[in-house]
């Protein structure tokens, strides 16, 4: 079945570690989105990804860092310079770079720290 | 810049009743596109329905229908005969034009609960 892969679904992080995030699509979007949920918020955009080996920081970049290697694959590293990096950290996708396709989202990944 | 706002944290009713989630949205542009997703217990967004700025008419799909209102700057959305299984954090989200990335702004959700 097409869809994005989030893993792992539960991350612990000890101080000072840099953590990654996998995210996986079969569903061969152009674009993939990083997103951080704090309990009773929306969500906040970290990075996004355009095309292959290209992508911007969204509102809330500072402490993360990604990469864009592969189409189908945009993975995120939790640096240690994010102090408050406990969240549930939810990646998307969508068909186009154009505002009005839907994204399609995984599972999550639920991090929280050691 | 763009701002969604839910005012409604949480909602709770009792099955078979409706209910009506609110969404008011800001943005300067004339083009842009409305989401609303949901969001059950086990985590992922689950796309229900988007809406341009250029077409103002309400949509039905089963019980659930959205009233989309320029003038308010609202974006409504209504589950009709709540079910148990409609239980979940609903959010509203805004996409300005789309020139580059689409960049979701999202409200703070409204956490819904049905009782039985």
């Known amino acids: 079945d097409g869809g994005i892969t989030q893993s792992p679904k539960y991350l612990f992080r000890k101080e000072g570690q840099n953590v990654t995030l996998s995210c996986e699509q079969n569903?061969?979007?152009?674009?993939m989105y990083w997103y951080r949920q704090d309990p009773g918020q929306g969500l906040r955009l970290i990075y996004y990804s355009q095309i292959v080996n290209d992508f911007q920081k969204g509102d809330i970049a500072e402490g993360y860092s990604v990469s864009r290697e592969k189409k189908e694959s945009f993975p995120l590293t939790v640096t240690s310079a994010q102090k408050n990096p406990t969240a549930f950290y939810l990646c998307?996708?969508?068909?186009?770079?154009?505002?009005?396709?839907?994204?399609?989202f995984g599972d999550g990944t639920r991090l929280s720290i050691l | 810049a763009q701002k969604v706002t839910q005012a409604q944290t949480e909602i709770s009713v009792v099955e078979k009743e409706d209910v009506t989630l609110d969404c008011v949205y800001e943005t300067r542009d004339t083009t842009y596109y409305l989401f609303w997703y949901k969001q059950p217990p086990s985590g992922e967004l689950v796309f229900l329905i988007r809406?341009?700025?250029?077409?103002?008419q309400n949509e039905i799909s089963g019980r659930y229908s959205w009233n989309f209102q320029k003038s308010t700057s609202s974006f409504n959305f209504t589950i009709t005969a709540s079910q148990v299984v409609d239980s979940a954090v609903y959010f509203c989200?805004?996409?300005?034009?789309?020139?580059?990335?689409?960049?979701?702004?999202f409200g703070q959700g409204t956490r819904l609960t049905i009782n039985p």
């Open positions: 998307a996708s969508s068909i186009e770079r154009g505002g009005n396709q839907p994204q399609h």
């Open positions: 569903l061969n979007h152009d674009a």
């Open positions: 809406r341009n700025s250029f077409d103002e």
């Open positions: 989200a805004l996409s300005e034009a789309p020139q580059g990335a689409q960049k979701l702004v």
